[in-house]
């Protein structure tokens, strides 16, 4: 067991930490050149309800110092910030290219009983501990130490870092980066997001769609049940005919079998309602969510629900009292992800990782923004997503390096060399991405 005194021992300028400078020369598994980096970056608490503007400004101010100026896309608080930043095409160039991309928060550890201050992260045996070294800081380290060598290589196509807030409470930041980057024009021609998959690609997830429910009816005695309005019985019928529709799901599809749970859920989470056992309760308020296979069309997954609502419920619940209503709010909302195998991202990634089984995940990230804004994306980081949002979070030390010798074949992909390596009328050793 042993502290991990990087980020304590050099945290002036991790970038460009001596062994980043030879990152092409045999590096031994368990010392990831990308650790300084990872256990700065856990050290700061972004737990996703607190700002994550001091962990932003770090990685913009060693960018600049290498010369590398990053756009910050605020939410309204101006307290969390996305990160948007761009090694250039050795001509300058900065459209096209790909974006490396990962969000910047992690899940909370209340409650949770850690073996160590999740905080401060800590070696023990091969693997790192500390909250977000799997999910997904150990990404965001690998690709931030890689820096300096993408400024090393002559690229062809442009390098790009994207870094988000708030992805864990349902994609909050990224959409605004994704809307910057379209006001600005810019358009990455692929993007990889580093979220926990073993460094092998996943070509789909499932959509999130999370919403809060408020039942309103009215208050009376428990002795006069006709006089109020009983919120928590119509906020029950909502709730089962979620069930039911997640039954239908199960029983009738659509399937996909190449996803763990091979069908859409839904489900009801949290449920308030009521203040006394002798009291009509006048208010019941509950969260539902469901999870759709990307062919499914969300929007009309929730007109289903919202129709019942309103045109089942209400009038029934109207004719009992008219302080009745039934509010639906949308708290979050993350598409699903289907990448083309076709697409040249798709391609090179699985050139990259020399994987070419289709594999489909359950949990969703933000690559179907990315997808959605015309960006072809794929899911590709180090670490197991069976250690993420749990006590003891790790990763094991040969994720890191996987994950950095991936980066290097990746950078390596994108330079003039790895263009002039494609033999006439030859296939391309690696799938060139976009047009030259
Ligand atoms: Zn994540």
Redesign the pocket.
Known sequence: MSHVAGSAQSPSSPASAPNASAPASPVSPLSPISLPWVTRLVSMDTVSRNPNLGLIETVRDELRALGIEATLTHDPSGKWANLFATIPAHDGRTNGGVVLSG?TDVVPVDGQQWDSDPFKPEIRGDKLYGRGTC??KGFIGAALALVPHMQRTQLAKPIHLALSFD??VGCAGAPLLLADLMKRGVKPDGCIVG?PTSMRPIVAHKGINAYQCCVRGQAAHSSLTPQGLNAIEYAARLICYIRDMADQFRAQGPFDELYDVPFSTAQTSTISGGNALNTVPAECKFQFEFRNLPTLDPESIFARIDQYARETLLPKMLREHPSAAIEITKIAAAPGLDSSEQAAITQLVRALTADQDKRKVAYG?EAGLFSLAGIPTIVCGPGDIQQ?HKANEFVELSQLVACERFLQKFIHSMSVDALKEVPLGGAPKEVPLGTP
């Open positions: 969000h999910d997904m992805e864990e979220e990230t993420a």
